[in-house]
């Protein structure tokens, strides 16, 4: 993301205006001398220029500093243009903060209406304030002035980050994530809050912690790895050098952050086979771009809304996001194209003037290209690369119901919404059945003195509990040991519903979804990691992992094609297929029941996922995809771990 410096004649939504220029990492000064503070945007008292004295000004010059009034009034004058500067940019910091601290009250559901035109006026002010500092930076550092610190600067690059982050929570767009980061990683290289700890003012101290929490969140969703390692380690030592120096009250709270960072980050890394070099392999999170059309001969489904629940009581966690969340929430975004972000690694110097003039330019030039095109065809400028997702960390039935209803409002026509729940299951011990029997489990107030504790029943999200929202297109994942009380939802309004349900049972060679997460949810993320995962697969060379996902990419594009060229496929599910990723989610579902149906370790009926309406029974029994996985097991050499129903020939690998 960027900065938006826009006229009010000229401005248009924060989704319509390009990349920023004015609040590039690039412009972020090392130093406050006259070589490096210099704005994108030529003036007067930034740019140097060279000229020759002419006789005239020599003399006039001579005759000022001969009359020590001239002098006086140009020292009062000079003042009182500083004493204006320092003002103004009070008054943008001031209304900045003002305007920051206004985000909270925003309300977390509804349109973009709602909240665009805020975060414009947001963007623009701080655009505003950054380049004035930048362009007055001497002036504002001189302690006769203002007495600008670096660590005030790195703090409104910091807020820079933090509304990036903000804005790609509510769009869904990882553009906005990876600008965040950009920012986040200019204020640690630039070393901004490295003398905080000299002032012994613990609010400080706070701060810096908190950007450290907060960047090493960004990091995790880019995936990351290296610099959260770096930023956990230095974190270690922030931590306890604060409760060293200041022996605060919650001390306990940030060696508790350190805990769950370092726990999430353990989690995943048992996953990930090991390369020769003992290195990890690497891994797409993100579903890459594909430009494959499905013609199923009616309007095409787009995937709208989607929330994500996670209410285990025992998860891996970090901050508000569990891991199940996690794996989720990048099933659900595209990789961006390498030429479309941003690299955050270039180095941190300052750039020419000339060279900003032309991305200036350059900028200018996409920005009425994209303001023309969106105003030819305004459908597509409200088009979103990605669904728009609600994150909900153990979040009460009635706070559910609040973001269900919203979301179910703002879906529009073939657009679907998508429930992902990751709970406890619960089954109620009284005679209820059907709809409202159980399922799963939502965060309830802990019992108080004068609060009697309620039945755990009135705190469970029923498959009844869904029905008025399946009036428009409803797809369901729900990862629970209760996930089958979702079976048969009924379909009383004739609209596509579709539920994918977790085994209710795993075989004890499984290990523990509090060490790794759900195995189901992670065959719906990354289908290779759950096949490694229960084949004890540790070490793989990359090349050998490579050719293991062009295998499962295969697969999965041939059980796209099976489902879709079957006639007794459900209907509303070769609908919900149209959108991508839905596809997805449907075809490693399929795909998961494949692989663990042929695993030795699983025979219980309970132990295999379940669909609603069931998917054609020919779809886990093809033997062309069946065929696909004898050799996927051969070039991973763990076929011991498997028994197919058909005859396999041998295969050379």
Known sequence: MSGYDKSKQDRTSLQEIPAPIVLSP????????????????????????????TPAVAAATAATSSNPASVVVANDEEAIRHQKLVEEFQYLLEKSQSLFSGLRDLPPTGSHRQWRPYFEKTFEVYT????????????????????????EVGEIASKI?????????????????????????????????KDILEVKNPALMIKKLRYYARF????????????????????EGLVEEYAKSFKPPDAKEWQLVLEEITTFMEAEKKLVPIRGDRT???????????????????????LQEAILVGNYQKQIKFSELTLDMYRILQSLERQPPANALRSNTRPMEYTSLNSEKKEREEGQIAAARTNNTQTAQPDKAMKRTNPHKYLLYRPSLSQLLVYLATAYKDIGENSALLLYISADGYVCPEARMGIFGGGALTAQRKPTADRVETTSSIHCLNPGDLLPFTRKPLFLIVDCDNSVAFKNIPNLFDQPVMCLLSPTEYP??????????????????TPLLGFCSISDIGNLDQDKWDECVTMISNMERKIGDSLLSDTSLDPFVRRFMADEFLWTFIVR???????????????????????????????????????????????????????????TPSIEV
């Open 280 to 302: 990890p392999v690497t891994i797409v999170h993100r579903m890459l771009f594909n430009t494959r059309e499905k013609d199923i001969g009616r309007p095409k489904m787009k």
């Open 128 to 151: 505003k304030l950054w380049k004035f500092q930048q362009s007055h930076r001497p002036i504002l550092e001189d302690k006769n002035n203002y007495g600008l610190k670096r660590w």
């Open 216 to 235: 090493i969140v960004v990091c995790l969703l880019l995936n990351k790895d290296d610099s959260i390692r770096t930023l956990i380690g230095e974190l």
């Open 161 to 193: 980050g933090q509304l990036y982050y903000h804005y790609y929570l509510r769009t869904s767009e990882t553009n906005y994530l990876n600008e965040a980061c950009v920012f986040y990683d200019a204020v640690h290289s630039r070393q901004y809050f």
């Open 508 to 525: 004890s060679s499984v290990q523990d979804k509090s060490e790794i997460g759900s195995l189901f949810t992670l065959f719906l993320h």
């Open 26 to 53: 690039t412009s972020i000064t090392p130093a406050p001398t006259a070589a490096t503070i210099i704005p994108l945007t030529s003036t007067p008292a930034a740019t140097t220029t060279t000229t020759t004295t």
């Open 589 to 647: 579902f399929v795909l998961c029941s494949i692989i663990l149906r042929c695993h030795s370790s699983f025979k219980d009926e309970k132990s295999f996922p379940t669909s609603y309406p069931a998917l054609p029974e020919a779809a886990y029994l093809s033997q062309d995809i069946l065929l696909m996985f004898h050799e996927l097991t051969l070039v991973a050499d763990v076929r011991t771990y498997f028994t197919l129903p058909i005859s």
